[in-house]
Each structure stands twice: as structure tokens, then as C-alpha cells.
């Protein structure tokens, strides 16, 4: 099973509502990443976890909560956002402390279409 | 400052023929390059790489070159299908100093193949 899941597909919040993305993998991956894709433009890294620990922060606002409650889930917990928000978010994992495993050959989910009213 | 760039945003192509995309990059630490696919609605998928102590790497139809002096690869499909139509987003990393978990994405390039 090499897929990463995203739930949901698509999601439209406003700007005072909290929600959540979630993603799961099942490929045994101990690192797990939060991208934003805006249109046209390249995914942009946000946050990393390896073995459930984060270990990256790209310099995201806080009204980005990440949480990797167990080795195979990862959540975003979204806040009181703006309009500019509104973007693709991409899960993606990989290994992470294997010999000879590249962290940077990472496997990507489908994404949430996110828009923030 | 872009350190990696495709500066063709679109490829149009006829089946059975080559497809070339290319890539440059800035940053002389890169030394891991990746091509990503990427469908509409889809996440990007992993294609192939190469190290920077490679020249070529094949897998089937696909082909990436490295010109190291150039700062400069490509990536080959021959022959093309239309089932090849999508966005291909170059990308680079650095092995050393434990960040290779960092990729720098290019913008991409939409292929397309017609039939």
C-alpha cells in the first residue's frame, strides 16, 4: 500500500469557524509533512514530524495547529484564518532514520481543496 | 530568489514522440534532484531521481540527465503517451547536514500528449 489518504476533499470555513485536515498513511513511514500549494505556484513545505515528534515549523502562523497522534496520522488544525489561506494542502510522508531510506522521496496525497470565506 | 527553475510552463508533444522538460537550478548544494507528476485533483507522484555523482539515471520510458557544470537536467519520455499529460514539477534537496527532508520545488511544466 503506497497511498496517503486526505479527509475531506474539499473544504469551505469561514473565518471564525475551526476545523481540521487529516491525513493517514500505512506505509510505515516515521515523517510526515504539511504542504500548502497555492494555484500555479510549487507546494511549500510547513511542518514536519518525525516519529511523531514535530520537528519543523516553517515559520507558520499559529492559527495552523499540527498534531500526529499515533505513526500513521497526521492532522491540521485550522483557526480563525484568513482569505489568503485559501489553498491546496498536501500531506505527504516518507522515511526517516532508515540506511539508505531518502527522506526527500516522498509520497503524497491527493489534498484539500481549502477555501476561507 | 527561485533556486530551481522550469522555465517552460507548457509542452505540447504527438504520441510516440520524445518529450524533453527541463530544469536549472541556482544553489551549488543541491545534490539529489527529483522529478514529481502531478494529476489534476491528484497529489504529486515521486518519477525518478538522481544523485549528483550520476551523469543518468533510467527507469523504462524515463530518462533524467544531469549536466552538473551546467546546473542543468532533464527528464526524457520516449515514447510519449497521452496517459503522460500532466504536470511535472522538478525538484532538488541537500543530502548533508540532516536536511535532505527539504525539497525546492520548480513551478512545473504541463505536458501535454496528443494522440
Known amino acids: 500500500d503506497t497511498e496517503v489518504t486526505q479527509t475531506p476533499k474539499h473544504l469551505v470555513m469561514g473565518m471564525t469557524n475551526k476545523k481540521s485536515l487529516k491525513c493517514e498513511q500505512h506505509?510505515?513511514?516515521?515523517?510526515m509533512y504539511w504542504y500548502k500549494q497555492k494555484a500555479k505556484k510549487p507546494p511549500e513545505l510547513m511542518f514536519v514530524?518525525?516519529?511523531?515528534?514535530?520537528?519543523i515549523n516553517e515559520s507558520v502562523p499559529s492559527r495552523f495547529s499540527p498534531e500526529c497522534p499515533n505513526s500513521s496520522l497526521l492532522n491540521l488544525h485550522l483557526h480563525a484564518l484568513q482569505p489568503e489561506d485559501s489553498a491546496l494542502y498536501l500531506c505527504?510522508?516518507?522515511?526517516?532514520?532508515?540506511?539508505?531510506?531518502?527522506?526527500?522521496?516522498?509520497?503524497f496525497g491527493p489534498g484539500t481543496r481549502l477555501t476561507v470565506t | 530568489d527561485q533556486q530551481v527553475k522550469q522555465n517552460s510552463p507548457s509542452l505540447s508533444v504527438q504520441e510516440g514522440r520524445i518529450s524533453i522538460l527541463n530544469c536549472d537550478y541556482t544553489?551549488?548544494?543541491?545534490?539529489?534532484f527529483l522529478w514529481y507528476k502531478k494529476y489534476p485533483a491528484e497529489g504529486p507522484t515521486f518519477l525518478i531521481s538522481?544523485?549528483?555523482?550520476?551523469d543518468k539515471n533510467e527507469d523504462g520510458r524515463f530518462t533524467v540527465f544531469l549536466n552538473k557544470s551546467a546546473k542543468h537536467l532533464s527528464l526524457h519520455i520516449v515514447p510519449s503517451q497521452p496517459g503522460d499529460s500532466a504536470v511535472y514539477f522538478c525538484?532538488?534537496?541537500?543530502?548533508?547536514?540532516?536536511?535532505?527532508?527539504?525539497?525546492?520545488f520548480g513551478k512545473g511544466t504541463l505536458l501535454t500528449v496528443n494522440p
Open positions: 538522481i544523485s549528483s555523482i550520476k
Open positions: 506505509m510505515g513511514h516515521r515523517a
Open positions: 514530524y518525525s516519529y511523531e515528534k514535530l520537528s
Open positions: 525538484a532538488a534537496s541537500v543530502t548533508g547536514g540532516g536536511s535532505n527532508y527539504k525539497l525546492t
Open positions: 505527504a510522508s516518507s522515511q526517516w532514520g532508515l540506511a539508505g531510506a531518502r527522506r526527500d522521496e516522498q509520497y
Open positions: 544553489n551549488s548544494m543541491f545534490d539529489y
